[in-house]
């Protein structure tokens, strides 16, 4: 059984530009949820959705969104992307709310 | 929110050794998971032991609910289970929104 896959796994891109970042969980999981881990502020909750709707969401500005497909794969926008946006972004999944949540290898996203 | 406290922020080992992390909450959870976390940032699922006591081989994990506290033994200690171990709760219908403590380095040296 295939595991939460992220893509890309690097990117790197300067101030100002906005970035895309995907998540496909594991096959039947219909909760995605996103965490952002930097060495200052460690692992933060970004949202999480269900069955293509915004269950949860955590304290982090407008310029961060997400959504999700009819299939459960999930994408987060970041625009206007700040130099405090560099860090680890991961994606987990599981099967309700509640429940194990596994985890992708995640993107590493560097600001220049 | 919940507060997450995990000791000792920093662990060192020689292989062989045995050793407990701890992992503090501050309210009642519904989900409480153990992590480690690899060299090359991989968030590997541990435990999934919001309350009781489970083992998988060399691990394993004890939480008190009504205490609010949850253990990680670790026997028999390796190198390869150096890394950084983070417990991570949830509670409520927010069950899926974990709350991260700030992990335990752990180093296991030869």
């Known amino acids: 059984k295939a595991g939460v896959t992220q893509t890309p796994r690097y990117l790197i891109k300067t101030r100002g530009q906005q970035v895309t970042l995907s998540c496909s969980p594991i096959?039947?999981?219909?909760?995605v949820s996103w965490y952002q881990q930097t060495p200052g502020q460690g692992l933060q909750f970004l949202f999480e959705y269900f069955s293509e709707t915004q269950r949860n969401k955590g304290n982090f500005p407008g310029r961060f969104s997400g959504r999700q497909f009819s299939n459960s794969r999930s994408e987060m926008n970041v625009s206007t992307l700040e130099l405090g946006d560099s860090a680890l972004y991961l994606c987990?999944?599981?099967?309700?709310?509640?429940?194990?949540?596994?985890f992708g290898d995640g993107t590493r996203l560097s600001i220049l | 929110g919940i507060q997450v406290e995990q000791s000792p922020p920093d662990l060192i080992l020689q292989e062989g050794a045995n050793s407990t992390l701890r992992c503090n909450f501050s309210d009642s959870v519904n989900n409480l998971q153990w992590f480690h976390q690899n060299p090359w940032g991989q968030l590997i699922n541990l435990f999934y032991i919001p309350s009781g006591t489970k083992q998988n081989g060399r691990l394993s994990a004890t939480t008190v609910a009504t205490e609010r506290y949850s253990l990680l033994y670790i026997s028999s200690s390796q190198t390869t289970d150096s890394g950084v171990y983070f417990c991570a709760v949830g509670k409520g219908t927010s069950g899926s929104r974990l709350t991260f403590g700030e992990g335990t380095q752990l180093t296991v040296n030869p």
């Open positions: 096959s039947g999981h219909r909760s």
């Open positions: 987990a999944s599981s099967w309700a709310g509640g429940q194990p949540q596994h």
